[in-house]
């Protein structure tokens, strides 16, 4: 099969190359995926788990990509749940080689049924987005209807499903981001945007939740914004300053099929949009973990056509 593959961490993006590899093999509870759609995370070639295994070997040559929509076509032993020829999305192992590929071993669990309406273009844009978000607004922040949630980089990937999430449940929404984001966070349905440029924090008030992707100055100032019981909740590193009464949450997405099942029908019943900027094939993959521009919206690399 063609797969997306990087060999050298010092090469980084550079070493991004389209290559032939063996078919992945099915193990035990695991199932293989017909890619028709991947997607990716630009800073992913510095996590260590894109080159070594859960024991700390060494795996190169490692295929990148953590996002997959497609096709069953094979199952392993003991797996249950999935059934061959169904569409499915999810999240691939983090440990194991991903989604740029024709074909991917995944563990079951990490997938859930596409429904037939949906487009794997847009099912590739929401596993990690859309899990973050819901992970990070109602598992750990526990948000509920009448708070106020801030959300920075509301206009992206991340934000811009939780500013949807968020307002759907009833919480006052404040988004955060560059000057160019303001109509694009408004029309998602945030109440307000703040300029991170240019506003006043202190006109945002205090809020229930921060909700940050952003990291460094950023997510130390926000501990101040929120009010005494209130949560700070971020995904970008722990924090080093907390709210002075209040949590400070750092996680990790992680995989969850009944999420990705409510989300699914959140994009089937227009609850939920996904921002896709570009579909570009599996050959131009490595070119796409280098913009050249600013592109709004996710980037997803298109394999395999319905």
Not at 52 to 70: C, K, L, M, N, Q
Not at 78 to 96: E, I, K, N, S, Y
Not at 104 to 120: G, Q
């Amino acid at each position: 099969m063609r797969a997306i593959t990087v060999q050298n961490r010092e090469a980084g993006v550079t070493g991004l190359t389209l290559a032939d590899l063996p078919h992945p093999h099915a193990a035990e509870n695991d199932v293989i995926v017909l890619v028709h759609a991947a997607g990716f995370t630009r800073g992913e070639l510095d996590w260590p788990a894109t080159w070594t295994d859960r024991a700390g070997r060494d795996r190169t040559p490692s295929v990148p990509g953590h996002e997959v929509s497609g096709v069953v076509t094979d199952l392993g032993y003991g797996t249950t749940g999935l059934t061959v020829g169904q569409r499915v999305f999810g999240l691939t192992d983090w440990a194991r080689n991903g989604s740029l590929a024709e074909y991917v071993a995944v563990e079951a669990r990490n997938l859930a049924p596409l429904p037939a309406d949906v487009d794997h273009t847009v099912a590739a844009a929401l596993p990690i987005s859309g899990l973050t978000a819901w992970q990070g607004l109602f598992t750990h922040a526990r948000v509920v209807a009448g708070q106020t949630v801030l959300i920075h980089g509301a206009a992206g990937a991340v934000g811009s499903i939780a500013v949807q999430l968020a307002r759907e449940v009833g919480a006052r929404v404040v988004g955060t981001g560059r000057a160019a984001d303001r109509e694009t966070v408004l029309d998602l349905g945030a109440h307000a945007f703040l300029d991170l440029g240019t506003d006043q924090w202190q006109d945002a008030g205090q809020v229930d939740v921060v909700f940050d992707v952003i990291g460094g100055a950023v997510l130390d100032r926000s501990a101040r914004l929120v009010r005494p019981g209130g949560t700070l909740v971020t995904i970008a590193h722990p924090p080093t300053v907390r709210p002075d009464d209040g949590r400070a949450v750092f996680f990790v997405v992680e995989p969850d099929r009944g999420l990705l099942a409510e989300l699914a029908e959140r994009l089937r019943d227009g609850r939920l949009r996904v921002r896709v900027g570009a579909v570009r094939p599996l050959a131009e993959a490595a070119a796409a973990f280098t913009p050249h521009q600013r592109v709004p919206g996710r980037t997803i690399i298109r394999i395999a056509e319905d």
